[in-house]
């Protein structure tokens, strides 16, 4: 068993309970080819429970800095996260997340970059819309609702299948591709 399975596992044992998690539209989540998950950021917790409530192991691209420790860099890298520069158009994490889909994983971002401390949405980087556009990776819009509170409702939804097709069509640009995709998760937000 590989260390990302038994953190998933460790983990969803703590938050399920703890957060009263619900996940509604899992199904929606395709089980095989490349996956793009993009959801809000309203905390740091946001990834590990995209992490777990996803039937799909999930790589993240995380700030530069988390990864400056050793120990926390390195067991950063083997659950499958690697380092971005926030700010900059970082080549180098660039190609790490298209090699992650062209291998037919699932990438999860927050196309807003950072997390909101208001918890309403913020503006979205290109970066996402860079990824939906240069792979034939699926976009699946996440919507986290609620507070990380103990014993208070947090809510999970995923959406359907965003048709690319369109904007690929149309030769959409980065920045109105990641707009797109943040218009999927409020309409999530709002249900």
Do not use: W
């Not at 490349?34 to 993240?60: A, E, K, M, Q």
């Not at 900059?88 to 992650?100: E, N, Q």
């Not at 369109?166 to 249900?191: C, H, P, R």
């Amino acid at each position: 068993m590989k260390l990302y399975d038994i953190a998933k596992l460790i983990v969803s044992a703590i938050f399920y309970p703890l957060f009263r998690i619900k996940v509604i539209g899992k199904e929606n989540i395709p089980k095989n080819g490349p996956v793009i998950i993009c959801s809000n950021h309203i905390s740091n917790l946001d990834p590990p429970v995209v992490g777990i409530t996803n039937p799909r192991t999930v790589y993240f691209m995380a700030k530069e800095e988390l990864f400056d420790s050793k120990l926390f860099g390195g067991l950063l890298r083997k659950i499958n996260a690697f380092p971005v520069k926030r700010g900059v158009a970082d080549r180098t994490a660039l190609k790490k997340g298209i090699h992650v889909l062209r291998d037919g994983h699932t990438l999860g971002l927050f196309p807003e970059g950072t997390r909101s401390k208001t918890g309403q949405l913020g503006k979205p980087l290109a970066g996402v819309g860079f990824f939906a556009l240069k792979t034939d990776a699926q976009v699946i819009p996440c919507a986290i609702k609620g507070t990380y509170k103990p014993f208070r409702k947090l809510e999970v939804r995923y959406g359907k299948p965003m048709d690319m097709h369109k904007l690929k069509n149309e030769k959409a640009g980065a920045k109105e591709t990641s707009e797109a995709i943040m218009m999927e998760i409020k309409k999530l937000l709002d249900k």
